[in-house]
């Protein structure tokens, strides 16, 4: 499997490691057998030491196995924290649209229900790799003892372990449709939770949801768990009868054929029972470790950024003085709209806002102007040198944000990545009106149960504090009070320009237009400048403008 080849490569001398410990346990179970029949059945040994001798060998097998599986589980626990790990940093290093096209709840499906599954097959990998070291040393230990015997019963061993993958693969068929109906279950939870309130208010739908997604996509999953829960318990009764029935075949092949003398069926019957409870186990075992195959075929799906163990520092451009988009162009995969040809020339400490109505493109070019989305076409330059398509975060080290969809982080990061500036989150602060409503300790922020202007508010205390030269605004002020948000652009905004800051605003707020070194507008994916007459109008009415 391609899981354990995975292992293989990178735990190498680990592996062989606890391989050779399940070895040893796999000889000494084998030896143990070989002791009662040497010393307790075909000769029984009279001395005092044959008890000591037998109680040692137990204690030893226990130790060594314990110790084999303890180790095999280790391993696979460094292994799914290691998994765990390269996937967030793949994450965190995948271009943002990508992530966007497949979701939050394909995303966290992956890092919590495939990551637990194979979480859970490490934990059972003991089981089945002692049962497959046990069964094939047992069946070496029996044919010292019987060849004819052991061909016919590795024949009845053979049908009832072809009989057990055949039901076990019926459990991989539904565990695979399984996982793809997490997804579906996954992204219901998440219609509930994040459309509580207008699900609360309008009951009429919470019970269409309910009734039309949620209650088919749960009778979907009950139906195939049952499917793959019914094969798996058929498997384990299967291999349980069949073991069984190859004790009773062993005595009548010794008693009835006259192939060996009872000693001998004796100890293929103890064999045959030593070996039901780890077989059954390694059975038990085997749907788990098909299902984290189907899990880590799930998470390569992902086709995520290649796993880059590094931060790689990012070029600051301290001196830049333009910043100019050159027949930029982007569409979207799923859709034929697209926005560009953009040629936009944005020069040091410029204040600009931009206007648009719904679906026009203005957050498709804030992503494009922070570097959060590659063009498919056009240039990015900076002082006339065109941005290395390689590097893009030396690019977006220029960029502080605040987008609508806003993130909160509870720690305040100057730049580098370093503790913010004290002087500059208290001077913020009081311009925010936020001195006695924020707590902080040490820079981290200790209540963010805010109201949505507040948020608001703290996001922009964020991205000052990273001291970076551009920040974009994402309709910052729809959600302040009317005073506040005169404040913002009467006060803040010029406040951010006496610190250097160029500012990319966009904005609706027509009564603040005149505040603005310059006004764009989006149109149907094409950006132009407002001059004269035409910004006039906008500045008199921006909602007839965008409609």
Known sequence: MELLILVWRQYRWPFISVMALSLASAALGIGLIAFI???????????????PEFLGLLLLLMVVTLGSQLALTTLGHHFVYRLRSEFIKRILDTHVERIEQLGSASLLAGLTSD?????????????????????????????????????????????????????????????????????????????????RKELTLNRERAEQIFQQCYIPDAKEYRHHIIRADTFHLS?????????????????????????????????????????????????????TLLTAQVAFNKLNKFALAPYKPDFPQPKAFPDWK??????????????????????????????????????????????????????????????????????????????????????LFDRLLGPQGKPANPALVEKWLEHLKMTHKLELNDGRILNLKLSKGQKKRIALLLALAEERDIILLDEWAADQDPHFRREFYQVLLPLMQEMGKTIFAISHDDHYFIHADRLLE???????????????????DAVARTA
């Open 37 to 51: 029949n040497q010393r307790l059945i075909e000769t029984v040994d009279t001395t005092v030491m044959v008890l």
């Open 322 to 407: 333009t910043l100019e988009l050159r027949n930029v162009v982007f569409h979207y995969q799923d859709n034929a709209f697209s926005v560009g040809p953009i040629n936009l020339t944005i020069h040091r400490g410029e204040l600009l806002f931009l206007i648009s109505g719904n679906g026009s493109g203005k957050s498709t070019l804030a992503m494009l102007l922070t570097g959060l989305y590659q063009p498919q076409s056009g240039t990015i330059l900076l002082d006339g040198q065109p941005i290395a398509a390689g590097q893009p975060e030396d690019y977006r080290k220029l960029f502080s944000a605040v987008f609508t969809d806003v993130w």
């Open 235 to 287: 498997a384990v009764n299967w291999s349980n009868i069949m073991m069984l029935g190859a004790i009773g075949l062993v005595f009548w092949m010794a008693n009835s054929l006259g192939w060996a003398d009872t000693n001998v069926a004796a100890t293929y019957s103890l064999t045959l029972l030593f070996l039901r409870t780890p077989l059954l186990s390694a059975v038990g075992a085997l749907p």
């Open 522 to 540: 989006m149109r149907n994916g094409q950006l132009t400048e407002l001059t004269g007459d035409e910004r006039d109008a906008a500045s008199r």
């Open 115 to 195: 990551i637990r599954n194979i979480t859970i097959a490490f934990v059972r990998l003991p089981e089945l790799v002692q049962g497959i070291i046990l069964t094939v040393g047992s069946a070496a230990y029996l044919a010292m003892l019987s060849t004819k015997m052991l061909l016919v019963t590795a024949i009845w061993m053979a049908v009832t372990i072809w009989g057990g993958f055949v039901l076990v693969a019926r459990v991989y068929q539904h565990m695979a449709t399984l996982r793809e109906t997490e997804d579906k279950l996954y992204n219901d939870y998440q219609t509930v939770l994040e459309g």
